[in-house]
């Protein structure tokens, strides 16, 4: 059966992960957030910003400032399609 586990080798290496994305990461992009239509002032790129937002809901419910940085950019996009 497959575990959700067995993407890691080691059961340890998805809590480092989790701790790394919680107190480093996701930190460091809601602190630098801008909105603006320049994707050089960002400090991800909207390909990184799909990427982590189909897949960290999943994988790491539990980081709540994502919701904030999620708004930023879903802003972004709309004001990208609008005009």
Not at 59 to 66: A, D
């Amino acid at each position: 059966m497959v575990d959700k586990e067995n993407g890691y080798r080691h059961r340890w290496q998805k809590n480092i992960m989790g701790k790394m994305m919680a107190k480093v990461l996701i930190p460091f992009i809601n602190k630098n957030r801008v909105e603006c239509s320049d994707e050089s002032w960002w400090p991800i790129t909207m390909k990184n910003f799909k990427a982590l937002d189909y897949h960290l809901p999943i994988k790491f419910p539990r980081i709540h400032q994502w919701q904030a940085i999620a708004q930023c950019y879903n802003n972004i996009k709309q004001a990208q399609t609008e005009g």
